[in-house]
């Protein structure tokens, strides 16, 4: 699955960059929230990518790299 991020300059033309003047402006929050059946095992699967990560040993080219930085 491949994701694009499109960026647009800030202050592109049609964009509304005004804040309401009022709380009573701004979008009230979905009252009937369902959760999706597969959010857990995101979750799970977001950990154990995070996890791998951060047990995943240091490359010796990085550690090198680091070195010559002191």
Known sequence: ?????RARPCGAEGDDLSLPESNDKMPKP??????RADE???GLAL??????TVEEAVPDEMLD??????
Request: glycine fraction near 0%; charged fraction near 25%; charge should be positive.
């Open 65 to 70: 790299l680091l070195s010559k930085l002191d």
């Open 40 to 42: 857990p095992q995101m």
């Open 1 to 5: 699955m491949a994701f694009v991020i």
């Open 30 to 35: 979905a009252k009937n929230v369902t959760k």
């Open 47 to 52: 950990r154990s990518v995070y996890q791998r």
